[in-house]
């Protein structure tokens, strides 16, 4: 849960441009990535880490750029949307690759090299054509996890998983004192399996 609650943090760092909270929840994600041996995160992010604490000193006026919520993108005014760089690229790289992507091209530098100088500028003549006609996205207000169908499934599956729940009681004493069997319960299948005691899986 701590690991889960961690990540949620990292995520509610970028979707609300907090630049402080960023920092300072990638920097805890450090001893996760030591601990499940990824070696390129762990000799990496440290490094990032340092060199964005270092800004402040160095370069307070982009420290002050990011602390104003840039070193995220945003493309509306909803709240809690924001995105990293990287994935603002990949939807400009998504107005321009076919179904196929990119795939057929990598083997040949100078192909894959005309291709990602010409696709953001390709992306911006599609999207001021799209403007132009009058054929842009939807203009939201609000988030759409918010819209009353998504929330109206949130509930249905959070009510679902209580009555789940509540039959199983996984808080409660593990061993029944009524001496009834044990069950193992499937949560999304709902379903009850008993416990089996095979002298093969039991230790002395």
Request: aromatic content about 10%; some cysteine.
């Amino acid at each position: 849960m701590r690991q889960v609650a961690l990540l949620m943090q990292f995520i509610r760092s970028i979707r609300s441009r907090q630049w402080d909270l960023y920092l300072a929840s990638l920097e805890k994600l450090c001893i996760w990535f030591f601990a499940y041996n990824r070696l390129e995160y762990a000799m990496n992010i440290p490094e990032y880490v340092a060199r964005m604490y270092r800004l402040r000193d160095t370069h307070p006026s982009v420290w002050a750029h990011f602390e104003d919520g840039h070193f995220t993108v945003k493309t509306n005014t909803v709240p809690f949307t924001a995105i990293g760089v990287d994935q603002a690229q990949e939807h400009v790289n998504k107005i321009h690759k076919g179904d196929g992507g990119i795939s057929g091209i990598t083997n040949t530098p100078d192909v894959l090299l005309k291709y990602c100088l010409s696709t953001p500028e390709l992306a911006r003549l599609s999207k001021e054509t799209e403007n132009m006609l009058g054929i842009d996205n939807v203009k939201r207000d609000q988030h759409h996890d918010m819209s009353r169908a998504k929330v109206t499934r949130k509930e249905k599956y959070i009510s679902q998983m209580k009555d789940v729940v509540s039959k199983v009681n996984p808080f409660g004493d593990p061993q029944p004192k009524d001496g009834s069997e044990e069950k193992l319960v499937h949560l999304t299948k709902k379903r009850d399996y008993a416990r089996q005691r095979s002298p093969k899986y039991t230790r002395n």
